[in-house]
């Protein structure tokens, strides 16, 4: 699986971005994609994933309520759309995805795709 994310940009606090991630390969509708942001010096952190078929989803609490994930497997692509947001949003955000598992998963160590990252910058 190949991934390429998109749709970052520079957003007022309180704006909103919608994230894209494109997948390419076989197993996309398969796997269970997540997001995750980083910011230099500090580690990946996990910030929502869905499962093969988008019934379930996964939040930590920081973006519950405000960022939604969803699918869709007919075009390969998965989005985080990301609502309210605040400075200490700002980060590089990943797509990534997991095969072999049925449950969304917050543990990095999973997921064995990675996309290249996209910028997000939330000016106060």
């Known amino acids: 699986v190949q991934l390429q994310a998109s749709g970052g940009g520079l957003v007022q606090a309180g704006g909103s971005l919608r994230l894209s991630c494109a997948a390419s390969?076989?197993?996309?509708?398969?796997?269970?994609m997540g997001w995750f942001r980083q910011v230099p010096g500090k580690e990946r952190e996990f910030e929502a994933a869905?499962?093969?078929?988008?019934?379930?989803?996964y939040y930590p609490d920081s973006v519950k309520g405000r960022f939604t994930i969803s699918r869709d497997n007919a075009k390969n692509t998965v989005y985080l759309q990301m609502n309210s947001l605040k400075p200490e949003d700002t980060a590089v955000y990943y797509c990534a995805a997991a095969e072999g598992i049925s449950y969304p998963t917050s543990s990095r160590n999973r997921y064995s795709y990675w996309g290249q990252g996209t910028q997000v910058t939330v000016s106060s």
């Open positions: 869905i499962s093969w078929n988008g019934g379930s989803t």
């Open positions: 390969g076989r197993t996309f509708s398969r796997s269970v």
